[in-house]
């Protein structure tokens, strides 16, 4: 299982929000069209679990507001549809349950009514940098069938297109280590939650075990870029990839930096012996 966990660490890219002219952005436009395969590929699919694992800690509920940036390809935001979908239903079902005389056709239309939107109002705004990774996103959007409460936007993560104020939850999955200004992103994160507002912010991080860490470096630095090779036909990319993240910084200091943005009651949580981890915090 090890060298199927250090394979998961470098099986998600990120999707860069830094400055639209760096190289980093010429990267992630590289790689675009290959993203989902790379990333089954060399995490095996744990990289799912992890996004699965983001979502029931967000817990939405009906009428939720998200922002999900560096979210080009849509992982996080189709998991919120379905989740929220998965909540009303639950409340659909109990409601049901509390009507015993009703007819089918009165049964089937109270389902009808709502297939087509998501429940209470819900929203999902997927932000990114990026326009060919909001491009595979639309794309599996529309063949996925997810369109109503979705929207995307060109938007950089340092100076985010939206008002103060306007979301219940900020979301960014595998992107805040290649913002090139990480304190100005989580300022922006502050500034565009509600007060009680959640960031929650899923990241590769620093490994806690001393021999499994040597076998993660071993596999990212000699696997990592040749799979990027064979795969996507991009060797650099994938190598870059694995750099950055090893500059990003260790659960602490990152968590120290999040406070700093104004952020309260902020922990976070190590998944996969902290090879990534989950970082939480609240607008009080």
């Not at 560096?70 to 079902?93: C, K, L, M, P």
Request: charged share 20%; aromatic share 12%.
């Amino acid at each position: 299982m090890a060298k199927a966990e250090a394979g998961a660490a470098l099986g998600e890219l990120c999707s860069i929000n830094g400055r639209p002219d760096g190289a980093v952005y010429h990267v992630f436009e590289s790689v675009a069209k290959k993203y989902d395969i790379m990333n089954d590929s060399m995490s095996l699919g744990i990289h799912r679990l992890w996004k699965d694992i983001l979502l029931h800690q967000m817990n939405p509920y009906p009428g939720t507001q998200l922002l999900d940036v560096a979210g080009g390809t849509g992982d996080i935001a189709f998991r919120f549809i379905n989740y929220v979908r998965s909540q009303w239903e639950h409340q659909i079902r109990q409601k049901l349950k509390s009507h015993q005389n009703l007819s089918w056709q009165e049964i089937s239309k109270s389902y009808q009514e709502e297939e087509l939107k998501l429940p209470g109002g819900s929203q999902v705004v997927v932000c990114d940098i990026n326009k060919e990774m909001l491009k595979v996103g639309k794309q599996k959007a529309q063949h996925l069938g997810y369109s109503e409460g979705l929207s995307w936007v060109v938007g950089n993560a340092e100076e985010l297109p939206f008002n103060d104020s306007k979301f219940d939850v900020y979301t960014i999955a595998f992107g805040i280590r290649n913002v090139t200004h990480i304190d100005q992103a989580l300022q922006e994160a502050y500034r565009v939650l509600k007060p009680g507002g959640r960031f929650l912010c899923l990241e590769f991080s620093q490994v806690n075990n001393p021999l499994f860490s040597r076998l993660y470096d071993l596999y990212s630095f000699q696997v990592i870029p040749v799979l990027g090779e064979i795969i996507a036909g991009d060797w650099k990319s994938y190598q870059y990839l694995v750099e950055s993240i090893r500059h990003f910084p260790a659960q602490e200091e990152f968590k120290a930096m999040i406070e700093d943005a104004g952020f309260l009651k902020v922990e976070y949580r190590n998944l996969t012996s902290g090879i990534v981890a989950i970082h939480s915090g609240f607008k009080l």
